[in-house]
């Protein structure tokens, strides 16, 4: 509690009573008195300048605050131990219930909902393991068909919720050796609790939202675009190494072809009748057509020679058919 309330003493949001330690023991906490109006009262909100949505977000961002970037937090997110006092701050009581979270688990946590947002399963996975939930030795490939059915079941609802999230994700892996260990169960408990109180405030509250603008805004994860340019730049880069061969064996394989060294063979598909003896150009072309389309992605303009050569392979494959 004492941590927490040092976490949080230069924010003007949110209130935590201080902890008098000459008068407390290892059973007996003595706290400074503090009051407040409790969260889910009609009469909460009135006289304060702030509404029943923007205390539900600050709900939300102040306990991500506590898991994901301290590290310790306060458990028990329910609707007595929340409360607005008359300045409008966020009042927290009753710090029985709360837990300290390894740096590897706050990171693991933070992959799982990475992974959620970029539809990632194979990260989902990782994460799912890493966090204790799956065996390492787990079948990675029926467990990743059954998580991509989890996404598309969740994609097909009109608003997506925590609880959805980890109901789909337990009835889904039930077939599966996997456990929730107590500091996952803790999260998934905060997580069903703290949202189920948000949305009491306000029925139209998107829990998953504030959490992805949150983790965004502190760097925990990355913006939309950023996930897309960083995803595109790790395709390039694992083609770069094919990319580069691809201009030499375009030499080899011209060099070939004004040596008559190149040979393409199709087999008939009639057998009274002979095969096209011009559809090797017609191959080649499709081919270049394809290679031109990759070297896109280069730097350099190589695609329009090689769209100039396919051209070329294409008319002389449509004269030659004309004439014959």
């Known amino acids: 509690m004492v941590d927490i309330r040092e976490n949080f003493v230069d924010d003007d949001r949110v209130v ?5 330690e000459n008068l407390s023991s290892e059973r007996v906490l ?16 009135d006289d304060v300048d702030v509404t029943p949505h923007e205390m539900a977000t600050r709900i939300i961002e102040v ?7 301290d590290g310790v937090f306060h458990a028990d997110p329910h609707p007595g131990n929340l409360a607005i006092t008359d ?11 709360s837990e300290r979270l390894p740096a590897t688990v706050q990171e693991d946590i933070i992959g799982l909902y990475r992974a959620l947002v970029r539809h990632d399963v194979d990260d989902l996975v990782d994460a799912l393991i890493a ?16 998580l991509e059915l989890v996404i598309e079941n969740l994609e097909g609802r009109s608003e997506i919720t925590w609880r959805m999230i ?24 905060v997580g069903t609790v703290g949202e189920g109180v948000c949305r009491q405030l306000d029925p139209e509250f998107d829990f998953l939202a504030v959490v992805r603008s949150f983790l965004v805004e502190q760097g925990l994860i990355e913006s939309e675009l950023d996930a897309i340019i960083e995803e595109t730049w790790t395709d390039i880069r694992r083609s770069l ?11 080899r394989t011209l060099y070939r072809l004004e040596r008559g060294e190149l040979v393409v063979r199709t087999e008939p598909v009639d057998g009274h009748r002979m095969g096209d003896h011009n559809l090797g150009y017609a191959v080649l072309a499709g081919a270049l057509v394809v290679a031109a389309a990759i070297l896109t992605l280069h730097d350099r303009p190589y695609e329009l020679p090689v769209l100039a050569v396919a051209a070329g392979f294409l008319l002389v494959y449509l004269v030659r058919r004309r004439m014959s």
């Open 87 to 97: 300045d409008g701050c966020l009042l927290l009581f009753d710090f029985g219930m």
């Open 30 to 45: 003595a706290m400074e008195y503090l009051t407040g109006r409790k969260i889910t009262d009609e009469d909460a909100f």
């Open 166 to 189: 980890i109901t789909e994700l337990t009835t889904m892996l039930r077939d599966f050796p996997f456990r929730i260990p107590p500091d996952v169960m803790l999260l998934i408990r």
């Open 16 to 20: 935590i009573p201080d902890v008098y």
């Open 241 to 251: 190494p094919a990319l580069a061969r691809v201009p030499s064996r375009f030499d």
């Open 63 to 69: 306990y991500l605050e506590m898991g994901l970037v």
């Open 131 to 146: 966090l204790n939930v799956l065996e390492p030795h787990v079948n990675r490939a029926e467990v990743s068909r059954v």
